[in-house]
């Protein structure tokens, strides 16, 4: 849900400033582009140095950048800019400034400026939190449509104990997804995507794999996190890196993906089998390294089981998703499969057509579902490709 935002992390004068540092680490993991407005009295708090370098972007807090110069930060531009503002920690000031329309900050006239979603995570004292005039600011904030983060009951730095305490990093994080992701289609499904190859252990160095390099399967997983889905995502070995909002298993062969399968089929409401699982394994894997020799060797194989024909001979509500990558009669092999594996649609990608396949940033492919209905699309970029499979399966919801 965060990948990819541009977000505004405003920063107060709180003794909870420190804590910006971990959301801004949470944020950047998540994948949003993150940029930090902190106002003069958080920086007795913390240094922009930390906050800048977490962020890798220069932290702003001044109109002008460089009045001989005449050059100003355009709180105007960044107002714009910004998909939603956090701030976090909110002082008691700030909130009661934001109340008023007061502009007398870079902090408060970037907030009158922006036309997004405002979060604001207050963080005080238990006194100030309770006095009548910080309650009417927080409700007038609300009242206006800004989201109020509710501070924690707690210890407090003052050494009371009650409630003021800032949300912790985690917490304001799945806040906030849980509040980006409300009316998207895929919010409260959870779907498992396979990807990657798998690798058939020959002996403890060597093994039989494929050139999948996942980039498809984890493009589809993203694009579920995106329209407010739960993605599993079982990956065979793979470079690749996820966004810290996919849950992610990683497996090396057929077998353990087919059991990593089956341990969540029951919990999911789609599968999506993007991974080049291996058809067939050693029978028998090596103990010790098999030793160089001049006579012909082979090497017994046997079949894997079949992960696709498992779920779709087990499966109950599920919406079932299969690839199909061929390299010769493809649309009547795809359409076989389809059908002998249960499969809602099938997802059909030729080795043949340039740019399309295994390793590739593209792809090409051909749907076809139940009904033999067949749709074809041009070569994108796989990101676009994995949002035209998710709009498809949606349909089925
Ligand atoms: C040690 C210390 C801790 C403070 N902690 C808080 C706090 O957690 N919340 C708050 O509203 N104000 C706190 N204040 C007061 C603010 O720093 C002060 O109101 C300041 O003007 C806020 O400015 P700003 O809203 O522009 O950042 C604290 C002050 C000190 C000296």
Redesign the pocket.
Known sequence: MLRGSNVLLC???????YKSSFIIRLLVKAGANVQVI?????K??VTPLTLGTLSKNPVLTDFVKNSDAGVWNNHVDLGLWADFILVA???????A?MAHGEAD?F?LATYLSAKCPVYVA????LD?YQHASTKDNLFLLEERGNIIIKPKYGE??SGLVGE?R?AEPEEILAFLELSLAAGKPLVGKKILVTAGPTHESIDPVRFIGNRSSGKMGFAIAEAIAEQGGEPILIAGPTSLESSAEIKRINVESANEMLAECKNVFSDVDAVIMAAAVADFTPIQKQIQKIKKADSKMSIALKPTEDILLYLGNHKKEQVLVGFAMETENGLENAKKKLKSKNLAFIVYNSLNEKGAGFQHDTNKIVIIDQHNKITNFELKSKQEVANDIIDELIKYF
Request: net charge negative.
């Open positions: 920063v107060t004068g709180s003794i909870a400033a902190m106002t003069q009295a958080s007795e708090f920690p909110a002082t008691a000031n700030t909130i400034k900050s902090l207050p963080a005080m004292d100030m407090l730095a003021g800032l």
